[in-house]
């Protein structure tokens, strides 16, 4: 037994036998024996310099914090890629030395230590801001306080609760109080302000990555050098190996947590080597050196307890599955679009029908499948939101519901939602329950009432909400001054917007965000110039890729007065920004169709998309004859196999910038 293993030997027997003298009254070993363990132990940690958390020798005291402070990470915590193929695992290893390991189902968090000493620990939060708990963190079961390493280290790894001290934990809570996962619990242990609740939470640390420190390319190497720094984690693999194969290692990892009673939400594979990983980029969501292999969708039974029906701006109604709450990938689901009739009929869906639900792509809840399929639903002949007539309608292939009422409230309350919303005019503050209630209170009738909210200062600093809490108690929340100030600021901000994002917020059929930024730049993002030519019978299609039913949509929207009337008011409140056009000589893209793919080292997506753009390029998102330039990064895929075969040129990034040199 090496010193690492000693160490957390003799801690885990030194804490048994603690426990049996302190909480038992019924000690196994006398004072002599104990003590001779404990002086043992205490040498380990003096000649090794380790020191974990919950050794018998550490006497942390419990902290009280009044609140968590914010800690920015510099190195963005970002998440992973994911898919349920193995396929796509394999493709993504491509023969490379890859680390394989737990996905842990957990809180993540990131350790810095200093001169042998943690200094901080803090959550991951959003990937750039995350939360200081490192009073916390200094009484988890088993993190290093100290460490044999003097210079910084940064580490990552996983908050988790073991699934046998989950139901310990929630058997002495009332069921109003239970937890519903082993997550939920670890996650709300960490941010705990009292360090003494999260003391008894019996809380773990899981590391899985090193940022900062210690020598080396390889990430397997460095995990386990954290090992021998008394860290834990369970079992891993660096593949390929010709002891196991990948299917092999992901049936021995999964025999692992359940053995260990570690919940898991699949396996991780990285590539091994630090240097071909940073080689890889990033997106604004995930590195590109990894990937997470999904198991195959947890789906869960429940009973189908109503439909409500949602009306959206065009006038349609959704209809959306309330069912008894069920926990999936973690996280409690109640509700799932049925997104139209058609689906409805297919399911044959009736109230309490016995239904199988899933989170599609790990992200949308669906019904899968009906049991009962009972199949006599009543769609509603009178539309929820104003009581008119209601009818069914065939779009293409699919059976919807429409509102009747032209002037439906239902229909108001979405031009609202979609006019603030962040493609359009990005208006923060403005939530749909919001708009509903100004809309409630007469304060919103029209869209340029957004404007003019101000009007309403006061009333809208004093509405009230009664809060329901879990115990049944309610109280009355007030949307208060802060919230009314930051509203109207953000309002206010709104005002300076550019051309196609108010003109994507009109909501025009077949007017979107493309085709309104090809009419943006046309017009150099002049408004008065656009209002001109579209009262003057403009011919849009000469525009690219515009065709004849944007173009009549168009003017059939510009030609009702009521319209003409809301812009002229709405623009009366806007500052449009100017269109910059980069000048360059021999530019090579002006005019050209260019497409962007895969991953590239000195520019993001926008922001290459923005640079070709200012050097008058078409940026379009797919692979067609009309494309002149493909921009191809890392693991470009299917659009340069395309671009290949229909003679596309394909540029690398290093082309790119020459081109413009």
């Keep these: 037994m090496n010193c690492m293993e000693k160490i957390k030997s003799l801690v885990e027997q030194l804490n048994i036998y603690r426990d049996e003298y302190y909480n038992n009254n019924n000690p196994s070993v006398t004072d002599e024996e104990y003590d001779k363990l404990f002086d043992e132990l205490s040498q380990l940690e003096k000649s090794t310099g380790i020191v974990l ?44 030395s890859c680390l394989i390991m737990l996905k842990y189902d957990g809180l993540t968090v990131k350790l810095v230590y200093q001169d042998g000493c943690l200094v901080q620990a803090s959550t991951r939060g959003n990937g750039s801001i995350g939360e200081d708990i490192t009073h916390n963190a200094k009484v988890f079961k088993n993190i290093p306080l100290n460490i044999p390493y003097k210079d910084k280290l940064v580490i990552t790894g996983e908050a988790i609760i073991h699934k046998d001290d989950f139901e310990k934990i929630n058997s002495t809570l009332d069921d109003k109080d239970k937890y519903k996962t082993p997550r939920n619990l670890s996650a709300g242990s960490v941010r705990q302000l009292d360090s003494s609740v999260c003391a008894n939470r019996c809380v773990y640390f899981m590391a899985f990555d090193v940022i900062e420190g210690l020598d080396g390319n390889s990430k397997f190497d460095k995990l386990n050098a954290l090992l021998n720094m008394g860290f834990y984690t369970e079992k891993y693999y660096r593949l390929p190996n010709d002891n196991i194969t990948l299917e092999d290692a992901i049936e021995s990892l999964q025999e692992v947590a359940t053995e260990h009673y570690v919940s898991i939400d699949g396996i991780v594979i990285r590539y091994d080597d630090i240097a071909y990983s940073k080689a890889q980029g990033k997106t604004s969501h995930h590195y590109n050196d990894g990937i997470a292999f999904k198991f195959n969708d947890e789906a869960e039974t429940t009973t189908l307890t109503s439909v409500e029906w949602q009306p959206s701006r065009n006038g349609v109604l959704t209809p959306v599955a309330i069912f008894d709450a069920v926990t999936i990938d973690g996280t409690n689901v109640s509700r799932a679009s049925l997104h139209n009739i058609s689906i409805i009929e ?34 509603p002949t009178k539309c929820p939101i104003c009581n008119a007539d209601t009818q069914i309608k065939q779009l293409n292939e699919t059976k919807v519901l429409v509102c009747s009422n032209s002037e439906c409230g239902g229909k108001q309350i979405q031009k609202f939602v979609y006019y603030v ?73 709104s005002t300076n917007c550019k051309f196609e994002n108010f003109l994507t917020s009109l909501g025009i059929n077949q007017i979107g965000k493309s085709a309104s930024k090809v009419i943006s730049k046309h017009f150099n993002g002049d408004w008065n110039s656009f209002y001109q030519a579209v009262r003057n019978g403009f011919d849009f299609t000469s525009l690219t890729d515009f065709g004849e039913v944007a173009d009549s949509s168009l003017k059939a929207w510009f030609s009702n007065e009521k319209n003409i009337e809301l812009v002229q008011k709405l623009v009366s409140y806007l500052n449009f920004e100017k269109i910059v056009t980069q000048e360059v000589k021999d530019n090579p893209f002006l005019d050209k169709t260019v497409v ?37 990064g890392d693991k470009a895929g299917s659009k340069l196999t395309k671009a290949q075969s229909l003679g596309i040129e394909v540029l690398s990034e290093t082309d790119f910038e020459s081109m413009l040199q």
């Design 346 to 379: 297919t399911l044959q869906l009736g109230l309490k029908d016995k239904i199988s639900v899933i989170k599609a792509n790990m992200i949308i809840p669906q019904i899968v499948e009906n049991f009962t399929k009972s199949n006599d639903l009543k769609i």
């Design 53 to 96: 958390s919950n050794s018998p020798t550490n006497s942390v005291g419990f902290e009280v914090k009044s609140r968590l402070d914010k800690v920015t990470h510099d190195i963005p915590l970002l998440s992973l890629d994911k898919t349920k193929s193995l396929d796509d695992v394999r493709k993504f290893m491509d023969n490379k």
């Design 421 to 493: 919303s962040k493609p359009c005019m990005n208006i923060d503050g403005l939530s749909e329950a919001i708009i509903t209630k100004f809309v409630e209170h007469g304060f919103l009738t029209s869209l340029e009432d957004i404007y003019l909210l101000d009007r309403y200062s006061n009333e809208i600093i004093n509405l009230q909400d009664i809060i329901t809490k879990k115990d049944g108690t309610t109280y009355v929340k007030k949307f208060g001054e802060k919230n009314y100030q930051n509203l109207w600021k953000s309002i206010q901000d």
């Design 596 to 632: 962007v793919t895969g991953t590239l080292l000195n520019y993001s997506r926008d922001g290459i998309k923005q640079k070709l753009e200012t050097l008058g390029a078409k940026v379009t998102n797919s692979i067609s004859k009309k494309t002149d330039f493909l921009i191809a």
